[in-house]
């Protein structure tokens, strides 16, 4: 059940972080296991006419949002780190998925979430131009000011020197003004679906704004 739900969200964006949380179980399920993953199967047979809306009249031009939450597994602590991402106003790509490590900090988690991002949003770069349409300075939005002001930082302090190397290369890419990351709203933060349960009228209404909707 779980490799074929795995196989649905690759065009069901909605059940990204469900599904991902439930397939971190699949070694040693529970009964409680079993009743989240039929309880998502009822969710997809009752919206089996939904899908993700292309439009026409749009631009070329990418961006991207990036969230985590915080010590989000209950078993190791770990954050879960989400994006998406979008020519246009169209959704085409999108990941759920819990962090390497141990965030000390929701800053820190956020940061990581950022640098996972940022090499999507560069390999969406290099697609596009070698389809004849290049990009300019590339946009992440991330409602974490602390995240941002780290990303702009290149000085090592207390807050920032544990975290792995691997992640600091945003720091670049932003002195280089290749991409820059940008303040948006927790309210309009598309990338909290993929990172955390939502109540129904929050998922609802970002469920839409991805441009997951009816297609009948």
């Not at 040693?28 to 993953?37: G, Q, W």
């Not at 631009?59 to 949002?65: D, K, L, Q, R, T």
């Not at 940008?182 to 129904?200: V, Y």
Request: glycine letters at 6%; a neutral charge.
């Amino acid at each position: 059940m779980i490799g074929s739900l795995l196989y649905l969200t690759a065009s069901r964006p909605d059940i990204s972080f469900s599904v991902g949380v439930c397939a971190r179980y699949q070694a040693n399920p529970k009964e409680s296991h079993l009743k989240a993953v039929k309880r998502i199967i009822r969710y997809v047979s009752g919206t089996s006419n939904y899908g993700v809306v292309y439009t026409f009249d749009s631009n070329v031009e990418i961006a991207g949002y990036t969230d985590s939450d915080w010590a989000g597994n209950v078993d190791d602590r770990r954050s879960t780190s989400g994006g998406c991402f979008f020519v246009g106003n169209n959704l085409v790509s999108w990941h759920s998925k819990k962090q390497n490590c141990v965030s000390l900090s929701t800053a820190e988690a956020e940061y990581i979430a950022a640098g996972s991002c940022c090499t999507q949003m560069l390999w969406m770069k290099q697609m596009l131009n070698d389809y004849g349409f290049p990009q300019g300075k590339l946009s992440i939005f991330c409602d974490n000011t602390s995240a941002i002001n780290i990303s702009k930082n290149p000085v090592q302090h207390s807050r920032t020197k544990h975290i792995d190397i691997r992640y600091h290369f945003i720091r670049d890419l932003v002195d280089a003004n290749i991409l820059e990351l940008e303040f948006i709203p927790t309210e309009n933060q598309l990338a909290d679906l993929f990172t955390k349960p939502l109540d129904n009228l929050r998922f609802e209404s970002l469920r839409k704004s991805i441009g997951v909707c009816s297609t009948v």
